[in-house]
């Protein structure tokens, strides 16, 4: 295959190998295309549809969440929209927010969407005797992310981090989540 890749140009299209015949003389064979991959379709009841916030309505839940912050003096603030899996999918960085705080916010959303619980319930939850849900990768236990649900399951999450106070924060994610609960009314 590689000698028939240097007489001509390789081609990789659509899950099959074939060889051109860019540079070869005429009348040189070319090797047969050889199939690499097949194509799989899962039956669709094996397949499972996940509900996700819009863009649109990602953008409008951390921009409320920030005017809120802005409003109440916390411009130092981060605020992150992240999937049920923690994948974010907004995220804005007030002025003069420290590196820490994207994390901090990133985590809190993703614990608050993870649990389907506000941040600061969650943290009651926690003893200080052996092992818990805080030690748990990528969760954050502190007061400042919310969940967002769809007819009653958490499809994401909206967390804020850098605020004096968890509190604080949780009062400027609790905007971001109002906005999208007003925009659906």
């Known amino acids: 295959m590689i000698a ?75 605020v992150a929209l992240v999937d049920r899996f923690g994948t974010v999918q907004a995220l804005l960085r007030g002025d003069n927010a420290a590196e820490h705080t994207i994390e901090a916010a990133k985590q809190k959303a993703y614990t608050a969407a993870a649990f389907g619980a506000p941040t600061s319930e969650l943290a009651k939850r926690i003893n200080g005797n052996g092992p818990s849900i805080a030690d748990l990768p990528g969760t954050l236990f502190l007061p400042g992310g919310v969940p967002l649900k769809v007819n009653g399951v958490s499809v994401a999450g909206i967390g804020v981090g850098g605020a004096p106070d968890g509190a604080l924060d949780e009062a400027c994610a609790t905007a971001g989540a109002d906005a999208l609960a ?3 009314k």
């Not at 007489?7 to 295309?33: D, F, K, R, S, Y």
């Open 4 to 78: 028939a890749a240097a007489a001509g140009a390789l081609l990789l299209t659509g899950g099959v190998t074939a060889v051109a015949n860019a540079v070869a003389p005429a009348g040189t064979p070319v090797a047969a295309p050889v199939k690499v991959a097949a194509d799989v379709l899962p039956a669709p009841e094996n397949v499972v549809a996940q509900n996700r916030i819009s863009v649109g309505a990602s953008s409008k839940a951390v921009n409320a969440a920030l005017a809120k912050c802005q409003a109440d003096k916390l411009p130092f603030v981060t």
């Open 182 to 184: 007003a925009a659906a």
